[in-house]
């Protein structure tokens, strides 16, 4: 196995995305800086290459609100010597966490029991099978 480091320096390594990466990191902080803090905190610099800035934003209202400021911002980027020949918004929502919650809603034995008398006195409905599974599904 090869030492990671040695990876790292090789001149097809890691070390020719390093200038993006750090130019990325920094186009973040200004974009930071410049927004209010809860619209940044819902967006953020996806990509900046040719002069070209793509922004993800969380959500369509957040996509539509940085699209209202785009001639605002390109000229504050232009201010910090950032060359901007266009800005693109793209609604990216964030990662989700892939694990799916299992549902909480628990009854008692009791309750469940008491569902299932109920069934029995309403009149045949969507209502009525409904209650009666999930009824069911709790008196084990």
């Known amino acids: 196995m090869k ?3 040695a990876f790292l320096n090789q001149p097809d390594g890691i070390a020719p995305l390093m200038p993006q990466a750090r130019r990325l990191i920094e186009l973040r902080e200004i974009l930071a800086a410049m927004l209010p803090e809860s619209l940044a905190r819902c967006c953020s610099i996806a990509n900046y290459k040719q002069g070209k800035v793509v922004v ?12 209202l400021m785009l001639p605002t911002l390109s000229e504050q980027l232009s201010k910090r010597g950032i060359e901007v020949t266009g800005l693109e918004v793209c609604v990216q929502p964030p990662a989700s966490d892939p694990q799916v919650a299992e549902k909480s809603a628990k009854i008692s034995q009791e309750t469940a029991w008491g569902l299932t008398r109920l069934c029995e006195q309403l009149p045949d ?9 999930f009824a069911s599904r709790h008196r084990k």
């Open 3 to 5: 030492n990671p480091y």
């Open 56 to 67: 993800f934003a969380a959500n369509g209202a957040t996509a539509a609100k940085l699209k």
């Open 125 to 133: 409905s969507g209502l009525k099978i409904a209650l009666g599974k």
